[in-house]
């Protein structure tokens, strides 16, 4: 039977009898058995009707699921006013669009909820939109439990939502604390992590990291000539007039844009790490556009053209006439014929086979031939 009691008082436990002629006008308060649903109405009680009727308040899914975690609570011996519940109900997916476009997306939540929470409503019909809202959408009713479709072909493509056999209820946390739940383990985990490194052996320093001072073009396009590179990047290098770049051609298939600073720019080389890493992105995208090189890093040089660290310490197989070219200043007489180079196969030159002619019959013959 639902509990009620008045609105203003504090201890819902039994109903008050009012003390009056006629029926009361105060508000009261009715809940399920288990307290967790309530309802605001007349109190309607007077000293000859004590116990008006009212309407029955029952327990919902929602009230289920507490009690059963309340049951599993007390067999697990967990104290719920002190555990914290750190589970996520959503995927990653579904929170990574959500912070992309968190006004958006919380609309759509509590939308979402409303449409949950309502026993006649089974369908839920959207506008046409992106396909990244539709995404998310999808991503959301599969959180839900629910069922999505999209329906149309552009520009009316749109997604339906509805009710099937899997939905229960709404999740418990909204997307807003599952954010903020997420940013916390990140945390906690980045934390753990640094305190478990392994510190320095005392009285040893630290091993110095030298900044980059270059970039370095991989994969370069068949045929590609030093006014190519310099004609295709003159205007992200003008962009910084004090910074000069040669362009080396190397060995190991990849091009090398050694960046030079004026004595009068008084760049330091942190300060010319920088400058280069400002300007990759507009590298990165001059040489994709033109079909310079198939990507850029950054790198250490030094004077002899050796590099010694690259960005993220990746290194990228090369192709394409930087390919022949490196092979081809190399004179094949200097090149190891019997034995193979380190690293298994042998490279060879770019030299023609010789060919042996064969011996014209009448040469066999010493010229002992009649016509």
Known sequence: MAKNTHANTTLPSTSSVCNESVACTSKAVIACPCGLRRQEVKCLASSSN?????????????????????????????????????????????????????TWAEAQEREF????????????????MSKTNRQFLHCLAEDYGLESKSEDAEPLRHVVVFKGSRFVSAPGKTLAQCVRIRATQEAETAARAAASRAP???????????????????????????????????????????????????????VLLKAKTSYSAFLSPTALEQVLMAMKPRVAKVIEDAAIAGGVVLCRVES???ITRRDGNTRTDASGWSAVAGRAVVNPDTLPTDQP???????LGLRKKKVERETSWTTQLDGDVEC
């Open 341 to 347: 180079r380190a690293g298994g196969r042998r490279l």
């Open 304 to 306: 002899d053209a050796e």
């Open 113 to 128: 909820r409303v449409f949950a929470k309502s026993a006649d409503e089974v369908r839920l019909r959207y506008k046409p």
């Open 50 to 102: 004590p116990t008006p009727s009212r309407p029955d308040v029952k327990c919902d899914d929602e009230c289920l699921r507490q009690e059963r975690n309340r049951r599993l609570a007390a067999a697990l011996n967990i104290d719920p006013t002190s555990h914290q519940n750190d589970h996520i109900p959503y995927s990653d997916v579904t929170l990574r669009l959500f912070r992309d476009n968190t």
């Open 200 to 254: 320095s052996p005392p009285g040893l320093p630290a091993p110095t990291v030298q900044p980059f001072n270059s970039f370095l073009l991989s994969r370069p396009c068949f045929g590609l000539t030093v006014e190519d590179v310099e004609s295709g990047l003159r205007s992200v290098f003008a962009t910084q007039p004090s910074v000069h770049f040669e362009t080396i051609f190397l060995p190991s298939e990849e």
